[in-house]
């Protein structure tokens, strides 16, 4: 079965930061692409950033490009997002997901992955 577990999750204050992280089992995860995702109470999942097989394609939401910064590493199966000067818009639970072997990053984007994590609390308050 596969798992996506998060961690790195917390209270921060704004404009600081905070590394997440994704360990991934059950799947080839150097065949996947991932990406991370997030909801705040009463909106939409909404998409953060995805990242390529290989690394060499990476997405970002209009919302957090520049301050976010998706990677992985494959021989570990992980997949972190540091996030850093963070805003109380940014406060959501956040959520790592995976792709098939035989999708795009770019398609992960706007489908639903294949799998998901449990997601990773992030608060974002003074």
């Known amino acids: 079965q596969v798992q996506l577990v998060e961690r790195g999750g917390g209270l921060v204050q704004p404009g600081g930061s905070l590394r997440l992280s994704c360990a991934a089992s059950?799947?080839?995860?150097?065949?996947?692409?991932m990406g991370w995702f997030r909801q705040a109470p009463g909106k939409e999942r909404e998409f953060v950033a995805t990242?390529?097989?290989?690394?060499?394609?990476?997405y970002y939401a209009d919302s957090v490009k520049g301050r976010f910064t998706i990677s992985r590493d494959n021989a570990k199966a992980t997949v972190f997002l540091e996030m850093n000067s963070l805003r109380p818009e940014d406060a959501a639970v956040y959520y790592c997901?995976?792709?098939?072997?035989?999708?795009?990053?770019?398609?992960?984007?706007?489908?639903?992955?294949?799998?998901w994590g449990q997601g990773t609390q992030v608060t974002v308050s003074s």
């Open positions: 990242i390529s097989r290989s690394s060499g394609n990476r």
């Open positions: 997901a995976g792709g098939r072997s035989t999708e795009t990053s770019l398609y992960l984007k706007t489908h639903e992955p294949a799998y």
């Open positions: 059950g799947l080839i995860f150097s065949s996947s692409p």
